[in-house]
């Protein structure tokens, strides 16, 4: 097969799923063409079977806005032309869906038919989407495409319910390469963080609103007042200056450390006692797969689609927004209790290896892709 893949090339994690899916795809023989305005950041070295075409922007003064939407489009017309795609799947419905719908239509009149995939992935139809500006536009790009899939019941549900659609709706979950993230042991990196046999708490995110990591600090205060704990927190964004200056407030400048943006950490996870994703909104939270393909327990908040990834009580707890008490209660709960803290670890490890791993979830996206062009 000849696919096209589009997607954010940044940090964040419909890029990751997007990159991860076109990397496997290429590697089972088929030929894979990244389309976006930079490298996927997960691109890191040359892989058989896959290109990647750079969308170009016209300087022409008169656009003092650059004209994204319309070069993507541009753009995939020309990678579908030159290279006989057959399917473009794109990841993010605004605006790469609506792109991927005007090179449809624009391919067609030059008698050239192509399938669109688009992949809902989270805030593109929970708070972007939803803005009424681009409701109308969100609408129509999921009508428009040929086959459309959500990362968890509760986004098709919520597609289906905001943008009042009859539109089927496939749901396949996000995956996991179980083989990278997996538990390890380190004492060395444990006890680099944690010098005198402390906890260890995590959290990754891009430290977006959202995401609530000012909670995760908050949490640490109440579980380290019980039992003597370290956050490890990864990622950077809007909110970390705020979550600097609560560390200080909170005098836990030495049981906190900022890590900021990080390769690879399938090294770092496995280090977490308990992983933190205190969300406001989250349509799957491929951040807490990640740690508990790790072996760590997640304590998240019961909002979106995490009730669908992290079990109550059993691969971990889900508690309501910013019920910072309930989250360091469970915590401590989970952490004085070594035979428990065992069995949450197993669970976590099992459900990711049984439910999500990538080559349980790529073939599901295969059959979708065969049954789509079979249309
Ligand atoms: O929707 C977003 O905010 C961005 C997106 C991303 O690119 O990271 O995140 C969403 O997609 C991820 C991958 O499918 C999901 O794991 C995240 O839960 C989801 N984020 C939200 O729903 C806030």
Redesign the pocket.
């Known amino acids: 097969m000849k696919i096209g893949i589009t997607c954010?090339p940044t940090y964040?994690?419909?890029?990751v799923?997007a990159t991860e899916l076109g990397k496997e795809l290429a590697r089972l023989g088929n030929e894979v063409h990244f389309v976006s305005y930079a490298m996927p950041y997960r691109l890191k070295k040359f892989q058989e079977n896959i290109y990647f075409h750079e969308v170009e922007f016209s300087n022409y003064p008169l656009f003092e806005h650059q004209l994204y939407t319309l070069a993507l489009a541009s753009k995939m017309i020309e990678v579908a032309e030159n290279h006989k795609i057959d399917l473009f799947h794109v990841h993010?419905a605004i605006p790469h869906a609506m792109s991927a719908c005007m090179a449809k239509k624009i391919l067609a009149t030059r008698g050239y038919e192509i399938k669109i995939i688009s992949t809902l992935?989270?805030?593109?139809i929970?708070l972007v989407g939803l803005e009424p500006s681009f409701m109308p536009l969100v609408k129509f790009s999921i009508e428009e495409s040929d086959g459309v899939t959500a990362?968890s019941q509760f986004l098709k549900d919520k597609t289906k319910t905001a943008h009042q659609t009859n539109k089927d709706i496939q749901v396949i979950y996000?995956f996991i390469d179980t083989e990278l993230y997996k538990p390890k042991n380190n004492e060395t990196s444990k006890s680099h963080f944690a010098p005198n046999g402390e906890k260890i708490l995590i959290h990754t995110s891009n430290f977006r609103p959202?995401k609530r990591v000012a909670d995760t600090i908050r949490v640490l205060k109440l579980v380290n007042d019980i039992i003597p704990a370290k956050l490890l927190l990864i990622g950077d964004g809007p909110d970390r200056s705020e979550c600097e200056r609560l560390t200080k407030e909170l005098k836990l400048e030495n049981k906190v450390t900022f890590l900021g943006k990080q390769d690879g950490i399938e090294d770092l996870l496995f280090l977490g006692d308990v992983f933190f994703l205190p969300?406001e909104?989250?349509?799957?939270?491929?951040a807490a797969l990640e740690a508990m393909a790790c072996g760590v327990p997640i304590i998240c908040t019961n909002i979106?689609g995490l009730s669908e990834l992290n079990i109550q009580n059993k691969t971990g707890y889900l508690t309501d927004v910013g019920d910072v008490e309930t989250m360091a209660k469970n915590t401590i709960d989970l952490l004085s209790d070594e035979g428990k803290h065992k069995q949450f670890k197993e669970a976590c490890r099992n459900r990711a290896v049984n439910q999500f791993n990538k080559n349980l979830i790529i073939q599901k996206y295969l059959d979708y892709y065969k049954e789509i062009l079979s249309k």
């Open positions: 954010y964040g994690g419909s890029g799923v993010y992935h989270g805030t593109d929970t990362v996000n959202v969300s909104t989250e349509s799957f939270g491929l979106g």
